[in-house]
């Protein structure tokens, strides 16, 4: 079975673009890892285990309505499916249900979203530390909070998990704000463009009186972050007008997301480094074609846009393969292009001024402390990588092969943007000269005993005959 | 740029040179195209084996396995080795029979490094091994080594003694003008008294540049490394007649092996995964050890391998240049003879002469002597 086109990714972009290729009559297969489509930002939405969704804001119970336009068209939607291997030859391997199963497209589409940007302050691998997204998951796969937590950073998504647990009547035991003051008055000149989307920065503005009427302690502008405790996570040390200290169990940290790059890396496509917001991006056309044609990329997986951005995205990538898959002109194509393209424009300057506003300071991005880990899975500290690199490893690969940075089960997901930034400080050089990680499959540990089941091209073990 | 030696590829056997020519204080400078064991001698699997060697590699592979025991204190860089003993795994009678004639070979020669493992012998050193095994062969001095650690160990080492590396360097030109050697990189010309050919997988393009030809051929031999798992293999593990190679490292992960071969793009420096071969090393690894059902892998990785078709390396001097000199080629095997080849080609700069026979190994034995 081969078909037209295979979506990997099953947020706002995937959805979208599923929808218009079925529509158009072509053979779409989708995958996703969840039971239910909908990616991290409608994450169980349209079957919530929460007795009132609504507290989690308009901008969630919206994907409802998308998921369930999703679920009725005739995309084939493989649910659960772990995708371990992208072929440029168009082959997709996916495990479901312990088994590998095969298949194959003539176009590929990823849109494996976003992830959250390490934030490496001292003690920030000790249990009890976690991120904001990961307490959005708790909250909406499994309606489980975190009594008194302190939340941490810097960016939209830290105020709206804060703003969600104070209108579900959840303790917050302090906001601890990291956005340098400078941020404000460099976004400042952007601001005024960016009134064009009010409804979003109402939005923002409304999280914040949310937030400050609450009565729970903020703190603005902190630095020299480091989480106390020993051997658990006993609270959050900072400076705030002098040294300040809360007690907490749990922190939540985040200072924004970043392309989720593992896919993309391991098909080796190019990729660029975005200085605005910091981080690594597949490159890609504004179609989001990527340095393999027959590839494309869309929604935050190929820089971060937001939900909103991802919508038009997928949809912009759907309308650009089907013109390759010859259904529509090339004038077809950019007629129907028009509108997401200029919605896409309209949210640049919004895009452009939060961007400015909440760009991570190099503080937390980068790890300062000698002690601290930088490779969770291998337990390389700061200074093991210095040493490396002083020891003549000087490409992020070869540091990878000496001290094992890199090398645990997370594929590098968590290091490999701070040893790119690391090695270019200290190459005096920049991202792009000193690169990333070579990633390979499998995208996430697989099991041996289902690997050595399987075979190429077995005719009978195609996702063909699996609906979802 | 000049140097007494320049030495073309820095691999563990470019590594391993400069290394010992530096120790005599010759100055050495290593021109690496990638970066320091990039290549094979920073991806492979290991191992550090003298059990069943062909005949020609023995007297060296004994003299490097006698380095490879204090490498780390001469070096004075740690490289990773770990003597663990290495078991090949005989699956039935067949594998036995064919043990037992290489037994009456070697013994004949005067080698007695390796010994033969009786059923219950064998799942006493390996109490996991699946019981319809019937026995092996196992030489109690290997073991395994960190590859990119032991290459960057002689890297480290020679530079201490004076030896130049440069990496990100492509040799675009290689002349013999008078008793000088000129190479020229994007960048820089190189200027040395002798030359050596330590190119692994392309070092029949250097040959060329030298003046030899040979019929060196390439792939991308795979590995695979799981999650880790509780200890329950100490020796490294191999099998006489199938594909099964496996060593469990002291942090419980466990390389999975067994000379399936991927494909090489050897102009861009990329391989490709041949998956199906690779799920069939997982399944013998499953059959003999079903402990291993329970694993996960991690990471699959090829790197690029340069075969001839003997299977044995091209040691030795060049047959149509003066002062120039060749090691390459070492076919999946090489790393553990790294620490002795470096020596040899020393010894052969500087003295034209050698302690090993190198027959087996010259470069123009695929030569047609006849048209």
Redesign the interface.
Known sequence: MIYDCAIVGGGPAGMNAAILLAEAGVRVVIMDRAARAGGQVYRSAADSVLPRPEALGLDYTEGVALITAFESCAATHIAAADVW?IGEDGMI?YSLNGTTRQLQAREILLCPGAIERPMPIPGWTLPGVMTAGAAQVMLKSDAVVAEKAIFAGSGPLLYLIVAQYLRLGVKVAGVIDTTPKANYLAALPGGAAALRSWPMLRKGLNLMREISNSGVPVFKAATNLSILGKTAATGLAFECNGAQEIQAETVFLHHGVIPHSNMSRSL?LEHLWNEAQQCWQVKTDSWGQSSIPHIAVAGDGAGIIGADGAQCAGRLAAFNILYRLNVFSLSERDQRAREDQSKLIGMTPFRAFIDRLYQPVEELRLPKDPETLVCRCEEQRLKDLRAGYE?????P??LK??TRCG???C?GRQCGPIVSSLLARWRQEPEEAVGYYRL???QR?????E??????NDETGTGAEVSG | MNADVMIIGGGIQGCSTAYHLALQGVSAIVIEKDYIARHASGVNAGGVRLLGRDMAEIPMSKASMEMWKTLDETLKFETGFRRRTLVNVAADGADIAMLQSRQTVMQKAGYFHEHLLDQSQLREVLPHVHSSCVGGVTSELDGYALPYQATMAFRQAAMQYGARFVEGEVLSSLRHVGPVWIGRTQTTTYEAGAVINCAGAWGDKVAMRIGDYVPLSFAAPMLMITARLPHFAKPVVGAVSRQLSFKQFENGTVLIGGGAKGYVDRDQNTTRLDYSKLASAAKTAIEFFPIMASASINRMWAGIEGYMPDNLPVIGPAVNAQNAFHAFGFSAHGFQLGPIVGKVLADLVLSGKTDFDLKAFRIDRYERKVL
């Open positions: 291997h391997f080796g020891a003549g490893a000087r490409d690969n070869a092969s000496l090398m645990g089960p594929q390979r499959s499998p540990l697989l099991s041996l005993a690997f050595s089941r399987f075979q190429n």
